[in-house]
């Protein structure tokens, strides 16, 4: 297995917290806040229903269940072993069906199954990862031509490393200390250039909002912190 664009202390940290990854009331909390948001606004592109759809970085499979609970066929792929266990399990407890998950990387199994997929989405992984743009190529490879392809990611600026970090790690306590790196993170034109180099367009973007008096969640325009990339890979 090709592990090689993997970062061991990020398995680690997710691996830690992976028996509380279907705990709404846990560190993931957010993640089930807002994965109807992210839900609503991929099937804005299409619906899901009867299409082969890939989830990398799945971790715990709270994107993939999800998916697969409006009728996708969802692979969902992680190098985080605990957390894929959680994801099997909890699949069969709820018994969600066609939904699987495999511990493999996106570049291996891109060199394995290119252009097996109708959807391909990868959200909140590309900031956790030593290269993301290998990661972009490898999504590129793996979905059809004119198939689409979603990124979620957190953009690098003085105002994403007051809410991501010092708010939402230090203040609200919203994501454990140390979940991200602001080094790691990803302004939206860096993205883009990956997304063209690996023959993607990008076709729109969304931004992810939080009111901590209100504690709701919402999508706009504005992408200066938590951001969501709509591509699709030229036919």
């Keep these: 297995m ?18 509380r990854w279907w705990d709404v009331n846990s560190e993931f909390r957010p993640l089930h806040q807002i994965n109807p948001l992210r839900l609503g606004w991929i099937e804005t592109f299409g619906k899901l229903h009867g299409l082969q759809v890939l989830d990398v970085g799945c971790g715990g499979g ?10 996708a066929h969802v692979t969902g792929i992680d190098l985080a072993t605990k957390s894929l266990k959680v994801a099997q399990l909890h699949a069969l407890e709820t018994q969600t069906p066609n939904v699987s998950y495999r511990e493999v990387s ?20 590309l900031e956790h990862v030593p290269d993301p743009a290998s990661v972009v190529k490898a999504c590129a490879s793996l979905v059809k031509p004119g198939g689409r392809v979603f990124f979620s990611t957190l953009n690098r600026n003085p105002k994403s490393f007051l809410f991501a970090i010092l708010g939402a790690e230090y203040i609200l306590n919203l994501l454990p200390k140390g979940t991200h790196e602001y080094a790691k993170f990803i302004r939206p034109s860096e993205l883009a250039a990956y997304c063209r180099d690996a023959g993607l367009q ?18 706009d325009a504005n992408t200066s912190v938590n951001y969501m990339l709509a591509t699709q890979r030229e036919a």
Aim: charged share 20%; glycine share 4%; aromatic share 8%.
């Design 2 to 19: 090709n592990a090689t664009n993997v970062d061991p202390a990020e398995l680690a940290k997710f691996s830690e917290l992976a028996h």
């Design 202 to 219: 990008t076709s729109a973007s969304r931004g992810l909002q939080y009111n901590p008096l209100t504690q709701r969640y919402w999508l």
């Design 106 to 125: 996106a570049e291996d199994l891109a060199a394995e199954q290119p252009g097996r997929f109708d959807v391909v989405t990868c959200m909140e992984m």
């Design 62 to 71: 709270i994107l993939s269940d999800a998916m697969a609970r409006v009728g």
